[in-house]
Every structure is written in C-alpha cells, then in structure tokens.
C-alpha cells in the first residue's frame, strides 16, 4: 500500500521495491494476467495511478506483451514493460531452471501411534516405558520442556532433512505408506545459553519426585509419502529466467516456482489447502501425529 499525494488514503500496488542505500528509491510493480496483449488504456490507468504515487520507478508486466502503441506509451514516460518470454532449447548461462521439464513434490506424513522412552534410573540402570503423548518433559535444570508429543514433533521438524536421508526420500518415486520407527537419541541433550542440559522425564512414584535422565525415545508409527509430478513452462522475465507449474501432491494443489540469474537458483514450493491458504510444505504442524 502507498499513500496517494493528492488525497492521502492508501492505493494498492502489485509490488513495491524499497532501497535505501544510498539514498532511498521506490519501485513500483504492476502485473496483468489478460487473454490478450496489454494496451494503451491499460499502461494509461497504470502511469496515472502512480503519477501521484512516491514511486521512483514504474514497472509494468504483461503476461501476453504489449502492443505497439502501449510499449511506446510506457517508455514515453519512463515506465518499464516487461513481458514473460518463452525459452526455447538450453541457455549455458543459466543451466538450473532449462534443465527441468518437471518436478515431483513429496509430501511426508508421520503418523505417531506409540512411544518408548528409555531412561537412567538410581541403582536400576537402563529401563524403557511406553508413554503416554501427554507425559511431561523437563531439562535437568527442572524447567518444563512440554508435552512429549509436542516435544518428537519439535525435534522432528527440526531434523526433518536427516529423516529425510534416512528413510532415502530422494530415491522414492511413487506414493508410498509403511511402518517407521523414529528414534531420538542416543544420550539426548539440548543446548541453551546457559550450556548443555540433559533431557528428563519425572518419576512421580516415590516420596519426592525424581527427574530420570533420558537416553532415547522410540516412536512408532506410519509414515505416508505422497509423490506427484509437477510439469514446469520456462520464462524470461527481464534478466531472470523462471520455471513454473501447477500439479497435485496426493490430494493438495501444489504451485511450484523455480527462478535464476547470474547469482544463483531459488525454488519455492506451496501447497494449497481445501480452505484456500497457502502450507509451508516442511511445517511439522502439517503431519497428523496421534497419541
């Protein structure tokens, strides 16, 4: 949103650029999605919108182009236009985006049905306990770590890319569902600021109650990999050129973006909710653990 010099209310723009080094700059982006080529009443509307906008630079994008008469227009008042170009063949200065026709998105779900923790216990050594998902967890400080079912999914997103390497996601190629067991540990710590701390369960079965240093925990449960292909169109947009698609990861909608210049590649992926928002595909919170 950028403040409108005559009147003072709030305008909406497709994307604004700050810089403030060295002195500050606003870039301005609009963007049109139409059937047909964008045209001088178009570039018109958007250069007078943004007469009375701080914008320094005005860049206008046509999914279609522009015609003749509307790419004079822009440049006559020192706006940008750009349109998506259709890359053809390869391009040896930009080797990631032209070498993929497609991508296949996986989708990893661990569902948690039990849990065996492993601990040190006085004069008893090592000894194992199935769990319940709402067992506390505490440091060996004393403080209250959370529950641990909170706790594995925690550690679990944390670590999602070594669980990834071990249950060798990379060489799956088809949706798949399967028994796992998830193991924390051995000799499980955290490290906060104050040092290394040793991860406790309570015993709560004798006069004062006793913090048990935890070795490991074994969750047991199944893990669902849903794969789905996703087939990319390659673009030039200016210097950048982009890949893009739309496909299906099991049952969500899935928009896949791959971009690259000079500096290097990016990829983005999202999927798509029944609710319409966009899901982080690494959020642990996706996953469905049970007690």
């Known amino acids: 949103m950028l403040p409108c010099g005559r009147t003072g209310k709030d305008v909406e723009v497709d994307v604004v650029i700050r ?41 206008l994008v046509s999914e279609r182009g522009f015609t003749k008469n509307a790419r004079e227009l822009a440049v006559a008042h020192a706006a940008l236009p750009l349109a998506p170009e259709d890359l053809e063949g390869t391009d040896p200065a930009f ?19 039990k849990a065996r923790v492993f601990v040190h216990r006085p004069h008893e050594g090592l000894s194992w306990f199935w769990a319940p998902a709402d067992l506390l967890v505490f440091l060996d ?7 641990l079912l909170s706790v594995i999914r925690a550690v679990y997103g944390a ?8 249950i ?32 406790c369960v309570r015993y709560d079965e004798t006069e004062e109650p006793e913090l048990h240093a ?21 673009r030039r947009l200016g210097e950048v050129m982009y890949a893009y698609g739309e496909g299906h990861v099991g049952e969500q909608a899935a928009l896949l973006v791959a971009s690259e210049n ?30």
Do not use: C
Request: charged share 30%.
């Open 159 to 166: 670590n999602f890319e070594r669980t990834a390497e071990q």
């Open 214 to 234: 935890v070795e490991k925990i074994e969750a047991h449960g199944k893990v669902v990999i849903k794969v789905g292909e996703v087939p990319l169109k390659h």
């Open 168 to 199: 060798g996601l990379a060489d799956i190629a088809e949706t798949t569902e399967s028994g796992m067991v998830w193991q924390v540990g051995p000799g499980w710590t955290v490290t906060l600021d104050d040092g290394e701390h040793r991860v």
């Open 19 to 59: 810089s403030r080094a060295p002195y500050p700059v606003t870039i301005s982006v609009e963007a049109v999605g139409r059937s047909r080529k964008a045209d001088r009443t178009w570039v018109n509307e958007m250069v007078g919108k943004h007469a009375d906008l701080a914008t320094n630079k005005l860049v």
């Open 141 to 147: 400080s004393g403080e209250e770590a959370g529950d």
């Open 95 to 113: 080797r990631i985006v032209n070498a993929l026709p497609s991508l296949w998105p996986k989708l990893l779900s661990f569902t948690i049905e």
């Open 262 to 291: 000079e500096e290097g590649g990016k990829l983005t992926l999202r999927f798509r909710t029944d609710a319409g928002t966009e899901a982080d595909p690494r959020d642990p919170g996706q996953a469905t653990p049970s007690e």
